[in-house]
Structures are given as structure tokens and as C-alpha cells.
């Protein structure tokens, strides 16, 4: 059980264009789901924090119109990277929270993004 | 206020000698550790994790690792490498009621034939 999905696991875009990235718990309610970014090499950045009926908490630095997320149930947050750029390319992951419970959030597989 | 440290960036070891990635961390309160293996292009798979009860673990693929409060450590041990076990590893922390968790910089394992 407990179970996160990604979709796309892979996509390339053209600069200037609008990605959106899917993640899903298949078989539990996650009120929180978090965004991490990581770039090749490093250790996953949190993002933001997304709660299911309210806007999202952003990190610090990073920028929340150019990085839209979305929590529109108890089961699907989208993170969608607007008017992208190449520095945008990178690894991103989400991850879920089970409603209850202990603190242990279950990662989704990641999307790889390549902005050319 | 919560962090955590991996203390090698990078661990080379004979396939078939044990492995040992240090990682200690750091919490205002009493805190939830877990260690992660990513393969290449890949991601996050959970190894185990120490939610405040036995203070010996043990996790998938024969890793285990052991919660010492003094040492606030928590370091991931396996008795013998496999070529397979090379990967990224990294140890989190997450305390206090807080959701955010905290991922140390991560180890490199490197396992030599």
C-alpha cells in the first residue's frame, strides 16, 4: 500500500511553454502532499507544501506564479512550471502524506523535465 | 529547528564487506528518521525508519540501522555489499509535529566487484 504516481515520468518542452506535472496517491488520502526539486547530483530541495482545499506554502526563493501547484482533491496535486526556461530542467518530486498517522510521506517516482 | 548531517559524500566498498553510511541529525524534539536509496534516474525508495519505538531497525534488503539518542545519530549498516546496493542514500529527519522533513546531502555508495 501507499502508494504515489507521477505523470509524465519524462517530458521535454520548448522555452516559453507551460508544463504540468500530476501526482497522485493511489491508495490512501493525503490531505499534504510536498514538492521537491532536485538537481543532478544534490540532495531534494522542498519546494512547496500542498494542501488539499487551500493555496499552498511556498519555500523561500522559490517563486509561486512561476511554479503553480494545485490541490484539488485528497488524491491528485499538480505542480505546473509556467513559461519555462532551461534552468528550470531538473528532477521533480512529490510526495504524499497520509492523513493520519506517523510522519513518513511516500515519494512518487519523479519527472524528469528538460526545457530546450 | 531540525537538521541532518551525512557525514561521507562519497563510500567505496569490496563487494561482500560491510557498509556503513554515517548520518547524525539534529531536533528540538524527539524526532522520526528515515534512510532512502535512489538509483540512478530514479526515485525515492524507503529502507526503513525510526518512529520512537525499537532503537534497532531493520529495513528491506538486509540494511538496518540503529537510533542512538546520545550520539544523535542514526547510521545504516548492511554485514555485506552487493553490486546492486550502489546507489545514492539519504538519511531524513522529520520532528515535532512539523511536516516538513529534512534530507541530509546525500551518500554516493560505490561497491567495487
Not at chain 1, 509561486?64 to 496535486?77: G, P, Q, R, V
Not at chain 1, 499538480?78 to 504524499?96: G, K, M, Q, R
Not at chain 2, 537538521?3 to 554515517?22: I, N
Not at chain 2, 540503529?66 to 550502489?86: G, I, N, Q, R, V
Request: hydrophobic share 35%; proline share 4%; glycine share 6%.
Amino acid at each position: 500500500g501507499a502508494v504515489v504516481s507521477q505523470h509524465p515520468s519524462w517530458v521535454i518542452c520548448k522555452s516559453g511553454t507551460s508544463v504540468k506535472i500530476e501526482c497522485r496517491s493511489l491508495d490512501f488520502q493525503a490531505t499534504t502532499m510536498f514538492w521537491y526539486r532536485q538537481f543532478p547530483k544534490q540532495s531534494l530541495m522542498l519546494m512547496a507544501t500542498s494542501n488539499e482545499g487551500s493555496k499552498a506554502t511556498y519555500e523561500q526563493g522559490v517563486e509561486k506564479d512561476k511554479f503553480l501547484i494545485n490541490h484539488a482533491s485528497l488524491t491528485l496535486s499538480t505542480l505546473t512550471v509556467t513559461s519555462a526556461h532551461p534552468e528550470d530542467s531538473s528532477f521533480y518530486i512529490c510526495s504524499a502524506k497520509i492523513s493520519t498517522g506517523t510522519y513518513e510521506q511516500y515519494f512518487g517516482p519523479g519527472t524528469r523535465l528538460t526545457v530546450t | 529547528a531540525q537538521s541532518v548531517t551525512q557525514l561521507d559524500s562519497h563510500v567505496s566498498v569490496s563487494e561482500g564487506t560491510p557498509v556503513l553510511l554515517r548520518c547524525n541529525y539534529s531536533s528540538s524534539y524527539s524526532p522520526s528518521l528515515f534512510w532512502y536509496v535512489q538509483h540512478p534516474n530514479k526515485g525515492l525508495q524507503l529502507l526503513l525508519k525510526y518512529t520512537s519505538a525499537a532503537t534497532l531497525v531493520k529495513g528491506i534488503n538486509g540494511f538496518e540501522a540503529e537510533f542512538k539518542k546520545s550520539e544523535t545519530s542514526f547510521h545504516l549498516t548492511k554485514p555485506s555489499a552487493h553490486m546492486s546496493d550502489a546507489a545514492e542514500y539519504f538519511c531524513v529527519v522529520s520532528s515535532g509535529g512539523y511536516q516538513k522533513v529534512t534530507f541530509g546531502t546525500g551518500t554516493k555508495l560505490q561497491v567495487i566487484p
